[in-house]
């Protein structure tokens, strides 16, 4: 009697994003409950309420009383379908707790079709053919999950931090101006009074972000004699780790690592 309910249950799979059923579970319902009309109604043929769909003969009522009717949930933070998990962005797929021993796709999403290592592939198929779709166990046992990317967000955190700086600054000079005048609602109300436009904020965050620029390379003639006294090599230093507020030119001596005699001058474009 365990076997044919674990069948039924593993194929209902995932459930869909933020809902607790899925096409396959709905047409479970649908099919179950013609079944149950049609023999108490001792009518010979089953009827579903699907166009282009042929009449069948009513089954017999199952011999088990126990019909699953649940999927297991999406994963916050994900998409599903009923034999898949995909991780948002930002988000990494990460395994059941209890399967903590075994790496998932970095491509955040679990599938039949999912490139996985040998190790991770034979935990897959072993827990779909003993645990999945158990009473008690739900129809995909142990699922994955779905966690935030922890360097996403350190960044955001960072990146928040600053906005928040820049937003204070401003704040303090229109406080200094006396540029306080109040703001209605309708109008924009206190963001208004204090805030600064997105453009603004955007251009401010930018020249307080480091750019990254191409790198530009010419190859100096061979027998080439660059020297550069200890003032040049401070000048230059200091132009590659600390940008001004104006466009400067920086430039790196850089030696080549190959057979011929030659140096790289490296131009970096700083803000």
């Given at each position: 009697?365990?076997g044919?309910?674990?069948?039924?249950?593993?194929?209902?799979?995932?459930?869909?994003?933020g809902?607790?059923?899925?096409?396959?579970?709905?047409?479970?319902r649908?099919?179950?409950?013609?079944?149950?009309?049609?023999?108490?109604?001792?009518?010979?043929s089953?009827?579903?309420?699907?166009?282009?769909v042929?009449?069948?003969?009513?089954?017999?009522?199952?011999?088990?009383?126990?019909i699953?009717?649940?999927?297991?949930?999406?994963?916050?933070?994900a998409?599903?379908?009923?034999?898949?998990?995909?991780?948002?962005?930002?988000?990494?797929l990460?395994?059941?707790?209890?399967?903590a021993?075994?790496?998932?796709?970095?491509?955040?999403?679990?599938?039949p079709h999912?490139?996985l290592?040998?190790?991770?592939s034979a935990?897959?198929?072993?827990?779909a053919?003993?645990?999945?779709?158990?009473?008690g166990?739900g129809?995909v046992?142990?699922?994955?999950?779905?966690?935030?990317?922890p360097?996403?967000?350190?960044?955001?955190g960072v990146?928040?931090?600053?906005?928040?700086?820049?937003?204070?600054?401003?704040?303090?000079k229109?406080?200094?101006?006396?540029?306080?005048s109040?703001v209605?609602?309708?109008?924009?109300?206190?963001a208004?009074?204090?805030?600064?436009h997105?453009?603004?904020?955007?251009e401010?965050?930018?020249?307080?972000?480091?750019?990254?620029?191409?790198?530009?390379?010419?190859?100096?003639?061979?027998?080439?004699?660059?020297?550069?006294?200890?003032?040049?090599?401070?000048?230059?230093?200091?132009?590659?780790v600390?940008p001004?507020s104006s466009?400067?030119?920086?430039?790196?001596?850089?030696?080549e690592?190959?057979p011929?005699?030659?140096c790289l001058?490296?131009?970096?474009?700083?803000?």
């Amino acid at each position: 009697m365990v076997g044919p309910y674990k069948a039924q249950s593993a194929a209902l799979g995932y459930c869909d994003a933020g809902s607790k059923t899925n096409d396959i579970l709905e047409r479970l319902r649908t099919r179950t409950t013609a079944i149950e009309a049609c023999n108490r109604e001792n009518r010979t043929s089953l009827y579903l309420p699907t166009p282009g769909v042929e009449e069948e003969p009513c089954p017999a009522p199952p011999l088990s009383p126990f019909i699953p009717d649940e999927c297991t949930p999406c994963p916050e933070h994900a998409t599903c379908t009923p034999d898949s998990v995909s991780c948002e962005h930002g988000s990494l797929l990460r395994p059941h707790p209890l399967l903590a021993f075994i790496s998932l796709p970095s491509s955040n999403t679990l599938s039949p079709h999912s490139q996985l290592s040998p190790t991770t592939s034979a935990v897959v198929k072993f827990i779909a053919l003993t645990l999945d779709g158990m009473p008690g166990l739900g129809s995909v046992a142990l699922p994955p999950r779905c966690v935030e990317d922890p360097k996403r967000k350190r960044h955001i955190g960072v990146l928040g931090k600053a906005i928040e700086a820049v937003l204070g600054l401003e704040r303090g000079k229109r406080l200094c101006a006396g540029e306080v005048s109040p703001v209605q609602d309708m109008e924009g109300g206190e963001a208004m009074r204090w805030g600064m436009h997105l453009d603004a904020l955007r251009e401010a965050m930018k020249a307080k972000t480091a750019v990254s620029c191409p790198r530009r390379r010419h190859s100096l003639p061979q027998g080439t004699n660059l020297r550069c006294s200890r003032s040049c090599k401070v000048l230059l230093r200091t132009l590659l780790v600390k940008p001004s507020s104006s466009w400067s030119h920086g430039v790196e001596l850089l030696p080549e690592k190959t057979p011929r005699t030659s140096c790289l001058v490296s131009h970096w474009y700083l803000t």
